[in-house]
Every structure is written in structure tokens, then in C-alpha cells.
């Protein structure tokens, strides 16, 4: 059998020279047939059953050499591994959201088939397809969960059990579906789950029961660690309240959704009180993030002028309708806008409300005069009631 040179010192770590190696092999009575890569060794009959093998041969030199005379030394390493953008995304946003002070949980990824019925969903859903299992253990782990909010529902039902009352949970997790190969078909998430009154409790007020707008909040945040900046948009569905829920699109890829968890959904589970849930979806929230480094961007170093626009539309236009139509037509010069006020009455008219919009405008080149400020807000308040049918209101 053939005893390389090479081979025999990269298993060793030594430098043991071809004359000595064959010398010892010798001693040991094997007849070598000696070559300037490798020898050729012929073993004795009395030693053909355990030495059948190069590095059988390796280990007889290490032997007869001295084991003593190897160093004692780990092999050098070449290169290392390292997490992809997506991996490197997740664990900034559950980092953020663990800082934020929610306590972060690992449910069950084998749920009861019931869970589907527990969150409202229709018969026509695509969730209630299922990845069943051939032999469950018990009915409680008999499917792959389709949603992440079961899980987190129940660890807050489990906390309210043992007089946790009030807190907020999160978790970085995979739901599971029937792919067309028979696979199961993975999708990640990020979920959270606040129930009761979490914060801390002060005498100067009580504190306020969570609501849509932390989830939206919460949303928002997280969105921005990946550097998205989604749209605020209606949404519907069974396990969240009937309006006060919303989905947050970007890039028409719809990333997140928030709201409230509808009161049947939270007695479903057993979850005493009102609570809000937020979702990610990180596959979409990683196709809709900017690629590349981003990029700094210096603060504004001239002065920046806010104009408030009141507005009367119908009860069926959405906020961040208008809002995103405000920021578009401004373009860069509006560096900000959002809705501060909202009022409906018997002034405004039936079916009708007023929104006011504050609009924050500079151009990052130059100090804007008044004439070219006005000329922002026209353009802006013209869209909105072309498109809108937005009026000023008196």
C-alpha cells in the first residue's frame, strides 16, 4: 500500500524526512520499495489484519517516532463563517424589540389543528391548510403552526395565570404550510404581543390599556432598523379587531401588520383584558429594504418651516392617503408630514371629517423664501383636492 510524504506529515504535524520514515517501517519488518513522492509498503502477514490502511501505516511511524515528540497544538484554521444580510437583519430587529423590554419566548412549532378555528379564520382561508403530522403524540402538537400569534397568545394566557397581568412578548419564528413537492413550505416572522397595561405604574396617571397605536408604533420602529419606510393602510382581518387594525406596505410588498387582537380571539385563548399584536414579515421587509451600505445623511444645517394644512374629506379617505400624496407631490422639499388632529361633527357635515396635516419643508441646499414655501403647500393642497377631493376648511 502507498505512504505518501506529504500525507504523513500534514497528519502528524512533523517534518519527518523519507529515509527515516522507511527506516522505521522496516524495523517494524515490512519491506518498502522506496519513491520520491510515496513509498510502496508491503506489510507482514502477522500484521495484515490491523494494518490495512495509509493511515494505519501513519500511526505506526507515530509510534515507533514518539507520540511526545508531536506538538501539542491545534490545527490552524482557514477562514470563518459569518451570517447573511438576512440573518444579520433578524438579529438587529430582535435585539431592538428585546430593548425595548419584551421578553422574548420560543413556543411550540407543533400546535393544535384548532388553533385555525381560535383565530376567526374564514373556510376559504389558505391558512387552514395545513402540515399534519403521520403520527402526533397528542392532538395539542398534531399540525406545523400557520400563525405566530397562537403561541404568543398562549405564553400571555400561561402569565395571567400566575398573576402577570399586564407585559409584552416577542418572538423571531418560522410558520409552516404545504408546499406542491409535499415539503413544508417556511416563512419567518417576527411577532409581538402586548396584553394588559405594560409600563410602569405611576401615581401621576394610571396607565393606558395597549391599543393600535403601540402596535403601529412598534411596527414603525422596527421597519426602520431595516431602513423601510412603509405606508400606513387599512387591513382586515378575523383575529384583529374589525378597524382597528392596519398593514404597512412598502415597496408594494405588504411587510407588517398591527392592531389590536380582536376581544373572541383573546377570550379564545384565555387571555384576560384587551391586547395588540404586531407581525413581520421578514422575507418581504428584507425584499423592500434599500440594498447596499446605507448611506449617512448630514442633518439639515439651514432652518426648516412647518405649514399646517385643515382639511374636510370624506370619512372614507384614509390618513395615510393623504399624507402619502402630500409627500409626493413635495418631494424631497417635504421632509415630513403627518396627521395631528383629527374632528367630526355637526359643523363639518355628515360623512365628512377634518384632518390637519402639518408639513415640515426645507431644502437641504438653501434657505427656502417664502414665496418658494407657498408655492410647496399650493402644489400640496391642490393634489389633495384633485385627487381627494379635499376642501380648506373655514
Request: proline share 6%; net charge neutral.
Amino acid at each position: 500500500m502507498p505512504l505518501r510524504h506529504a500525507r504523513l506529515n500534514a497528519v502528524l504535524g512533523l517534518d519527518i524526512a523519507p529515509d527515516e520514515s522507511a527506516a522505521i517501517l522496516r524495523r517494524l519488518g515490512c519491506e518498502v520499495h522506496e519513491g520520491p513522492d510515496a513509498h510502496r509498503v508491503i506489510v507482514p502477514y502477522t500484521r495484515r489484519r490491523d494494518v490495512t490502511r495509509e493511515v494505519d501505516l501513519i500511526e505506526e511511524v507515530a509510534r515507533i517516532h514518539g507520540y511526545g515528540r508531536i506538538p501539542a497544538e491545534l490545527p490552524r484554521m482557514v477562514g470563518h463563517g459569518t451570517r447573511t444580510i438576512a440573518q444579520r437583519r433578524a438579529e438587529q430587529l430582535r435585539r431592538y424589540i428585546v430593548d425595548q423590554g419584551y421578553s422574548e419566548i420560543v413556543s411550540y412549532r407543533l400546535v393544535p389543528a384548532s388553533d385555525v378555528d381560535r383565530l376567526q379564520l374564514a373556510d376559504n382561508d389558505p391558512r387552514r391548510q395545513l402540515v399534519r403530522l403521520a403520527n402526533p403524540i397528542s392532538e395539542e402538537l398534531a399540525v406545523m403552526r400557520r400563525s405566530m400569534l397562537p403561541g404568543l397568545l398562549r405564553a400571555a394566557a400561561h402569565n395571567q395565570r400566575r398573576q402577570r397581568m399586564h407585559g409584552a412578548l416577542c418572538e423571531l419564528g418560522r410558520t409552516y404550510g404545504p408546499a406542491p413537492d409535499g415539503r413544508a413550505e417556511e416563512r419567518e416572522f417576527l411577532a409581538a404581543v402586548l396584553f394588559g397595561s405594560p409600563g410602569q405604574e405611576h401615581w401621576r396617571a394610571p396607565l393606558p390599556h395597549v391599543d393600535i397605536h403601540a402596535a403601529v408604533g412598534l411596527a414603525q420602529a422596527l421597519c426602520a432598523i431595516a431602513g423601510v419606510r412603509p405606508e400606513i393602510e387599512p387591513n382586515q382581518a378575523p383575529y384583529f379587531h374589525p378597524v382597528r387594525q392596519a398593514r404597512l406596505v412598502a415597496r408594494d410588498r405588504i411587510v407588517g401588520w398591527a392592531g389590536e387582537v380582536h376581544p373572541s380571539v383573546t377570550r379564545n385563548f384565555d387571555v384576560a383584558g384587551p391586547s395588540a399584536a404586531v407581525v413581520i414579515d421578514m422575507e418581504a421587509l428584507g425584499a423592500a429594504a434599500p440594498a447596499g451600505v446605507p448611506q449617512f445623511e448630514d442633518l439639515l444645517s439651514v432652518p426648516a418651516s412647518t405649514r399646517d394644512l385643515a382639511l374636510v374629506v370624506g370619512d372614507d379617505v384614509a390618513a395615510a392617503t393623504l399624507v402619502a400624496t402630500a409627500r409626493r407631490v413635495g418631494g424631497e422639499l417635504v421632509r415630513e408630514a403627518w396627521v395631528f388632529d383629527r374632528y367630526a361633527g355637526e359643523q363639518i357635515g355628515a360623512h365628512r371629517v377634518s384632518l390637519a396635516i402639518r408639513l415640515v419643508i426645507a431644502d437641504r441646499a438653501r434657505t427656502l423664501t417664502d414665496d418658494a414655501i407657498n408655492e410647496v403647500v399650493t402644489g400640496v393642497r391642490t393634489a389633495l383636492a384633485d385627487q381627494h377631493g379635499a376642501e380648506l376648511r373655514g
